[in-house]
T-cell receptor, first 112, second 114 residues
């Protein structure tokens, strides 16, 4: 079953604008991760946020986590055409479990 | 440089045939995973392994099998291919040490079952 559900399914913006994608999940988690997938390629890890963290930054990426609402958001600031890709959230429920459960993804298009 | 490779990259087969997709990683990771990606479903876990001789079923394991005879390889076998197994297949690996581990993905295999 899908744990993470991204919203919106598709997002189209202009270069230089900010892009925000949201992820909701259903059960308690150990950590939540965001991945990017360029067309025809494998997924690439972007950032991981632990369940006891509320916000994390990496370059132009900002991730927030609200465990009380079981939701996370990924903000990409000052977007570039090269940011055009699908973005997936994935959850891990910890313990001795290394599996990830992925959402269906948000397709981001950044227009030059 | 360490990497994860998949072969073949593209495969066309017929219904009922046995097909094996290869996955090879050079990171010496204990954990390996197979996913399928379909429009409207995102990535779904097929099988996974946490070490040699260890295999586990994922969310959509029916019709698939894996075996782990060494650390580097986790081949995925479709025992009798069905049209519903037309998909893009991704292999991934992650280290076992630590509590917070990202997964590293291969480039994918596009499988068409006619």
């Amino acid at each position: 079953s899908q744990q993470g559900e991204e919203d919106p399914q598709a997002l189209s913006i202009q270069e230089g604008e900010n892009a925000t994608m949201n992820c909701s999940y259903k059960t308690s988690i150990n950590n939540l991760q965001w991945y990017r997938q360029n067309s025809g390629r494998g997924l690439v890890h972007l950032i991981l946020i632990r369940s006891n963290e509320r916000e994390k930054h990496s370059g132009r990426l900002r991730v927030t986590l609200d465990t009380s609402k079981k939701s996370s958001s990924l903000l990409i600031t000052a977007s570039r055409a090269a940011d055009t890709a699908s973005y997936f959230c994935a959850t891990n429920d910890g313990g001795s479990n290394y599996k990830l459960t992925f959402g269906k993804g948000t397709l981001l298009t950044v227009n030059p | 440089d360490a990497e994860i490779t998949q072969s073949p990259r593209h495969k066309i087969t017929e219904t009922g045939r046995q097909v094996t997709l290869a996955c090879h990683q050079t990171w010496n990771h204990n954990n390996m995973f197979w996913y399928r990606q379909d429009l409207g479903h995102g990535l779904r876990l097929i099988h996974y392994s946490y070490g040699v001789q260890d295999t586990n079923k994922g969310e959509v394991s029916d019709g698939y099998s894996v075996s782990r005879s060494n650390t580097e390889d986790l081949p995925l076998t479709l025992e009798s291919a069905a049209s519903s197994q037309t998909s893009v297949y991704f292999c991934a690996s992650s280290p076992r040490q630590g509590l917070y581990n990202e997964q590293f993905f291969g480039p994918g295999t596009r499988l068409t079952v006619l």
